[in-house]
């Protein structure tokens, strides 16, 4: 049963500290999504890619956060300084080509606390 | 652009009792829409998806979805609740390939499912 998998879990850090976040798409996918989840704003698309490459990041703050995919298998989400509004659960979800769109698959998220 | 209302933020059904969760769509051509499921500290589980033909989707834990394109509606049902659906739940619509923004899903804002004894 093939599963999106994040690191770490949890993540507790003080504001200004860096923070990175990792995800193992699902094997044979080739687009990556990392969502943002808060109780005030719900579901916000932060950044994707499609076979690597940087599709759209217009939804993540450019001077703090950075997303990389360096190899098929890992995508990272970076924060730098961290800051206390940042604190929400990050998912990442891989997806595949389904007809004429893709179907998603989320990782189980981290839960990231800056104090 | 799309987007996706689902209008109850909370719904409290009785165990064995049936349910009903409405979501509404906009988008500009057929959409591809879905529902997930999240149970508290966990991920969102894909329950069902609709790209096109039969407008009665089957998913998965018995939960079916009807597409009424007259309506823009995609409402998720199921005819017997059990106390392990307590979750929220997430309409989202997908943007087709060939635009800009194919790929991304426009999530609604989630309904919450209490679930009885």
């Known amino acids: 049963d093939a599963r999106v998998t994040q690191t770490p879990r949890h993540k507790v850090t003080e504001m200004g500290q860096e923070v990175t976040m990792r995800c193992q798409p699902i094997?044979?996918?080739?687009?990556v999504f990392w969502y943002r989840q808060t109780m005030m704003q719900g579901l916000e698309l932060l950044a994707y890619?499609?076979?690597?490459?940087?599709?759209?990041d217009s939804g993540m703050p450019k001077d703090r956060f950075s997303a990389e995919m360096p190899d098929a298998t890992l995508a990272t989400l970076k924060i730098q300084p961290s800051e206390p509004r940042d604190s929400a659960v990050y998912f990442c979800?891989?997806?595949?080509?389904?007809?004429?769109?893709?179907?998603?698959?989320f990782g189980p998220g981290t839960r990231l606390t800056v104090l | 652009a799309q987007s996706v209302t689902q209008p109850d933020i909370h719904i409290t059904v009785s165990e064995g009792a049936s349910l009903e969760l409405r979501c509404n769509y906009s988008y500009g051509a057929t959409p591809y829409l879905f529902w997930y499921v999240q149970s508290p500290g966990q991920g969102l589980q894909l329950l069902l998806k609709y790209f096109s033909g039969d407008t009665l989707v089957q998913g998965i834990k018995g939960f079916e979805a009807e597409f009424k394109r007259s309506q823009s509606s995609f409402n998720l049902r199921k005819p017997s609740v059990h106390w392990s659906d307590a979750a929220e739940y997430f309409c989202a619509v997908g943007a087709r390939a060939g635009g800009t923004s194919y790929g991304k899903l426009t999530f609604g804002q989630g309904t919450i499912l209490t679930v009885h004894p």
């Open positions: 979800a891989s997806g595949r080509r389904d007809g004429l769109s893709d179907t998603q698959y």
């Open positions: 094997l044979g996918h080739n687009t």
């Open positions: 890619f499609r076979n690597r490459a940087p599709l759209d």
